[in-house]
C-alpha cells in the first residue's frame, strides 16, 4: 500500500530530446507528489509537484502529468540538455502534518550531447 | 537561499561503534527528517520529528536508533551499536508547514562500517 513504483531504472536521451519517466502508486490516502532531482553526491532537489485536484502542472522545461483514476503521473523533460543528466525520484505523501515522503526507486538519467 | 547543513560529509566507524550524525535544518522549520539511501537504491525513510517528539518511525528505525533535538539548531540521529548493513547515505531534511509540504534535503552523511 506504501509503495511507488518507477521507471524505467535508466534513460538515454538525446540532447533537445524529451525525456519521460513515469510512476504508480498504490494507495490512494497519497495528495501530493513530488519529483526529486539527485546529482552524484548530493541530497535530492525538490524539482516539481502536483496534488490530485489537477492533471498537469508545468515549470519551464518540466511537466507533470497526473491520472488519478489510473493512479499514475509522469515526469516529461523537453527539450532534454546534459545538465539534466541525473538521478530523478518521484514521491509520494499523505499531506498531513510529518508524514513521510514514499519514494520511487530512481531514474538515471543520462542526456547526450 | 536557505539550506539543511549535515556533518560530517563522510563517516567511517567500526562494527558496534556508535556514531552521532549531525544535521542543522532551516531555521524556520518546524518537522525534521531523517532518510537513507544504501548505495544504488531507493531513498528511505527512517523517522519525522516535531515539538520534539517522534511523529512516525519505520520499522527500520528500531531500537538501535535515536534522534534528538538537543538545542535551538540542531538534530541529530544517534546509531547505538552499527552493523555492516547501516552503511549508506543519511540525508536529514525538514519542512516548515505543518500540513506538510516541501522538504528540503541536506547533502548527506556518508556512513560506513568496516
Known amino acids: 500500500q506504501q509503495q511507488v513504483k518507477q521507471s524505467p531504472q535508466s534513460l538515454i536521451v538525446q540532447k533537445g530530446g524529451i525525456s519521460i519517466i513515469n510512476c504508480a502508486y498504490e494507495n490512494t490516502a497519497f495528495d501530493y507528489f513530488p519529483w526529486y532531482q539527485q546529482f552524484p553526491g548530493k541530497g535530492p532537489a525538490l524539482l516539481i509537484a502536483?496534488?490530485?485536484?489537477?492533471s498537469e502542472k508545468k515549470e519551464g522545461r518540466f511537466t507533470i502529468s497526473f491520472n488519478k483514476s489510473a493512479k499514475q503521473f509522469s515526469l516529461h523533460i523537453m527539450d532534454s540538455q546534459p545538465g539534466d543528466s541525473a538521478t530523478y525520484f518521484c514521491a509520494a505523501r499523505r499531506e498531513t502534518s510529518g508524514s513521510r515522503l514514499t519514494f520511487g526507486e530512481g531514474t538515471q538519467l543520462t542526456v547526450n550531447p | 537561499e536557505p539550506e539543511v547543513t549535515q556533518t560530517p560529509s563522510h563517516q567511517v566507524t567500526q562494527m558496534g561503534q556508535e556514531v552521532i550524525l549531525r544535521c542543522v535544518p532551516i531555521?524556520?522549520?518546524?518537522?525534521f527528517y531523517w532518510y537513507r539511501q544504501i548505495l544504488g537504491q531507493k531513498v528511505e525513510f527512517l523517522v519525522s520529528f516535531y515539538n520534539n517528539e517522534i511523529s512516525e518511525k519505520s520499522e527500520i528505525f528500531d531500537d538501535q536508533f535515536s534522534v534528538e533535538r538537543p538545542d535551538g539548531s540542531n538534530f541529530t540521529l544517534k546509531i547505538r551499536s552499527t552493523k555492516l548493513e547501516d552503511s549508506a547515505m543519511y540525508f536529514c531534511?525538514?519542512?516548515?508547514?505543518?500540513?506538510?509540504?516541501?522538504?528540503?534535503f541536506g547533502n548527506g552523511t556518508r556512513l560506513t562500517v568496516t
Open positions: 502536483i496534488r490530485p485536484d489537477v
Open positions: 531555521s524556520n522549520h518546524l518537522y
Open positions: 531534511a525538514s519542512s516548515a508547514d505543518l500540513m506538510g509540504g516541501p522538504l528540503h
